[in-house]
């Protein structure tokens, strides 16, 4: 069974408006990550936060983690047409242990 | 640096055949990683490495096997090619440590048709 599971499975928005999609988990983890992939291409990685951390941030992106709820965000401001993509969650439960994704949510921007 | 390589790109098998994906990385990555992606869906990990002569299962194994006798090479074989194993395969490696494995490299992907 999958560690992670995104939420929700897809998403519409208008160009400007802010997109959250949400992760949660089922047991403890060491870090967890963030990915983004264009249709029909590879995954590109975006942000790794560790269980200690609670917070970060790139650029337009902001990623939270409650490791009491177990559960992740990832925010994306002023979204943009070319933000459109699906967007997975990847968990690591403990050192050199393997790397799990969920099955993802799709956003589209629409311009 | 070339990054994660795969290879062939396209790949078209009958069923019963065996086969052997090619991957490589040339970023000294101690973790390796074998992931197929079917239409619409998330990546399921098949097999994993932690570093050279390390290999342990992932969520789906079965039908594949891999061996990880050097640093930069992860090779995956078929054993006998069925049509539920179409599939996009992709590669992916990172550094591991004892913060556990971190950003994941990916390969371009391997797309796999079995007839």
């Known amino acids: 069974s999958q560690q992670g599971e995104e939420d929700p499975q897809a998403l519409s928005i208008q160009e400007g408006e802010n997109a959250t999609m949400n992760c949660s988990y089922k047991t403890s983890i060491n870090n967890l990550q963030w990915y983004r992939q264009n249709s029909g291409r590879g995954l590109v990685h975006l942000i790794l936060i560790r269980s200690n951390e609670r917070e970060k941030h790139s650029g337009r992106l902001r990623v939270t983690l409650d490791t009491s709820k177990k559960s992740s965000s990832l925010l994306i401001t002023a979204s943009r047409a070319a933000d459109t993509a699906s967007y997975f969650c990847a968990t690591v439960k403990t050192s050199y242990d393997k790397v799990i994704f969920g099955p993802g949510t799709s956003l589209s921007v629409i311009p | 640096n070339a990054g994660v390589t795969q290879t062939p790109k396209f790949q078209v098998l009958k069923t019963g055949q065996s086969m052997t994906l090619q991957c490589a990385q040339d970023m000294n990555h101690e973790y390796m990683s074998w992931y197929r992606q079917d239409p619409g869906m998330g990546l399921r990990l098949i097999h994993y490495?932690?570093?050279?002569?390390?290999?342990d299962q992932g969520e789906v194994p079965n039908g594949y096997n891999v061996s990880r006798s050097t640093t930069e090479d992860f090779p995956l074989r078929l054993l006998s090619a069925a049509p539920s194993q179409t599939s996009v395969y992709f590669c992916?490696?990172?550094?591991?440590?004892?913060?556990?494995?971190?950003?994941?490299?990916f390969g371009p992907g391997t797309r796999l048709t079995v007839l």
């Open positions: 992916a490696s990172s550094y591991s440590s004892g913060q556990g494995a971190g950003e994941q490299f």
């Open positions: 490495s932690v570093g050279a002569g390390i290999t």
